[in-house]
T-cell receptor
Framework: KQEVTQIPAALSVPEGENLVLNCSFT??????LQWFRQDPGKGLTSLLL?????REQTSGRLNASLDKSSGRSTLYIAASQPGDSATYLC????????????FGSGTRLLVRP | EPEVTQTPSHQVTQMGQEVILRCVPL?????FYWYRQILGQKVEFLVS????????KSEIFDDQFSVERPDGSNFTLKIRSTKLEDSAMYFC???????????FGPGTRLTVL
């Protein structure tokens, strides 16, 4: 059964710092991995989807990496800004299912001005 | 850019009442999902729907829950007799044929008193 874990649960950094969020999954047979952003009380905004055949995917200041064999993904945020403050979730679809997503519990990020 | 929409944004109901949560998926999408997130907990899969029938459901999705695509555009989640523990944010998602990204709506916050 696929399980997704994210560490740290919370992170507070000063503005401008580069940071890394971690996501691990127990079953390496994945199609892809998706990173989401969630603002308090709000919906899920898809940030990046990294295919199982890819090692990295970039969008602006965000870079996601994937190491299937070790069951890990990282989300790198460069030059963090207060507007990056949110909860970041990773999710993987379950193979041989209706493509339902299994989510991690998220990392709550606070970027201090 | 087209978006998945959900109504209402917030629903307050009394325990034992029926509620219907509505979603309008993207027009060319054929796969539909409901997820929920109890406050402070992970986003959890409830049900997936394709070709006018449930393709997969979780153990959470018991006889109190039902889904329907009544008119070819709306996708609804009905909870027949709400319980206190049904209080959560409910997210609808949709996916196009052959696509690997699920597009999420903004969510409906359900509060059961």
């Amino acid at each position: 059964k696929q399980e997704v874990t994210q560490i740290p649960a919370a992170l507070s950094v000063p503005e401008g710092e580069n940071l890394v969020l971690n996501c691990s999954f127990t079953d390496s047979a994945i199609y892809n991995l998706q990173w989401f952003r969630q603002d308090p009380g709000k919906g899920l905004t898809s940030l990046l989807l990294i295919q199982s055949s890819q090692r990295e995917q970039t969008s602006g200041r965000l870079n996601a990496s994937l190491d299937k064999s070790s069951g890990r993904s990282t989300l790198y945020i460069a030059a963090s800004q207060p507007g990056d403050s949110a909860t970041y979730l990773c999710a993987v679809p379950v193979v041989d299912s209706s493509y339902k997503l299994i989510f991690g519990s998220g990392t709550r990020l606070l970027v201090r001005p | 850019e087209p978006e998945v929409t959900q109504t209402p944004s917030h629903q307050v109901t009394q325990m034992g009442q029926e509620v219907i949560l509505r979603c309008v998926p993207l027009s060319d999408h054929l796969y539909f999902y409901w997820y929920r997130q109890i406050l402070g907990q992970k986003v959890e899969f409830l049900v997936s729907f394709y070709n006018n029938e449930i393709s997969e459901k979780s153990e959470i999705f018991d006889d109190q829950f039902s889904v329907e695509r009544p008119d070819g555009s709306n996708f609804t989640l009905k909870i027949r007799s709400t319980k206190l523990e049904d209080s959560a944010m409910y997210f609808c998602a949709s996916r196009p044929p052959g696509g690997r990204i699920q597009y999420f709506g903004p969510g409906t916050r359900l509060t059961v008193l």
